[in-house]
T-cell receptor, first 112, second 110 residues
Framework: DAMVIQNPRYQVTQFGKPVTLSCSQT?????MYWYQQKSSQAPKLLFH???????NEADTPDNFQSRRPNTSFCFLDIRSPGLGDAAMYLC???????????FGDGTRLSIL | GQNIDQPTEMTATEGAIVQINCTYQ??????LFWYQQHAGEAPTFLSY????GLEEKGRFSSFLSRSKGYSYLLLKELQMKDSASYLC???????????FGPGTRLSVLP
């Protein structure tokens, strides 16, 4: 049974058209993360929530926003996607910040 | 700043043993994780070290030396399905920053 679920698996959007990626979890974990991973590169942390506390990485572009309306759900909003934002976006959860992270299958975003 | 290094690629033979190294320089240290990632899939957790020494989990073992800023992942009795990228990730002292290394792409040959 999938414990970290990302929808959709593949997303296509147009240059400059806002897009939202979603993540849900059944683990009741406090911490949720969003990563961007480009081809042949390591995942890069964009931001994470510890419960409701939002933590933005210093080099995450302002174009990327996130919402966590409750424990189970977290959203990644890209306000004006550029061609350079085409990537795999991974959501992960952990029970605490020093615990292993459990990843969803990712959403592969393409920009036309 | 944070800096994590891993070899880019490695090749090994089915049934053999391979050691994948990871060196790190981070502002504080609060644990090192190893993940396996098959192409097009999400990373899956393999092991966690926070104290010096060896952690063994079946065919996989991971070692940590905090004084040297060094870890390795040891894979025994290699199988074809072990062909994947292996990512070393470090959490900093405050537990807020979690940084992945560039990953090592392992190819297991028959």
């Amino acid at each position: 049974d999938a414990m970290v679920i990302q929808n959709p698996r593949y997303q296509v959007t147009q240059f400059g058209k806002p897009v939202t990626l979603s993540c849900s979890q059944t683990l009741n974990h406090n911490v949720m993360y969003w990563y961007q991973q480009k081809s042949s590169q390591a995942p890069k942390l964009l931001f994470h929530y510890y419960d409701k506390d939002f933590n933005n990485e210093a080099d995450t572009p302002d174009n990327f926003q996130s919402r966590r309306p409750n424990t189970s759900f977290c959203f990644l909003d890209i306000r004006s996607p550029g061609l350079g934002d085409a990537a795999m976006y991974l959501c992960a959860t952990s029970a605490a910040s020093n615990q292993p992270q459990h990843f969803g299958d990712g959403t592969r975003l393409s920009i036309l | 700043g944070q800096n994590i290094d891993q070899p880019t690629e490695m090749t090994a033979t089915e049934g053999a043993i391979v050691q994948i190294n990871c060196t790190y320089q981070t502002s504080g240290f609060n644990g090192l994780f190893w993940y396996q990632q098959h192409a097009g899939e999400a990373p899956t957790f393999l092991s966690y070290n926070v104290l010096d020494g060896l952690e063994e989990k079946g065919r996989f073992s991971s070692f940590l030396s905090r004084s040297k800023g060094y870890s390795y992942l040891l894979l025994k009795e290699l199988q074809m399905k072990d062909s994947a990228s292996y990512l070393c990730a470090v959490r900093d002292n405050y537990g807020q920053n979690f940084v992945f290394g560039p990953g090592t792409r392992l190819s297991v040959l028959p």
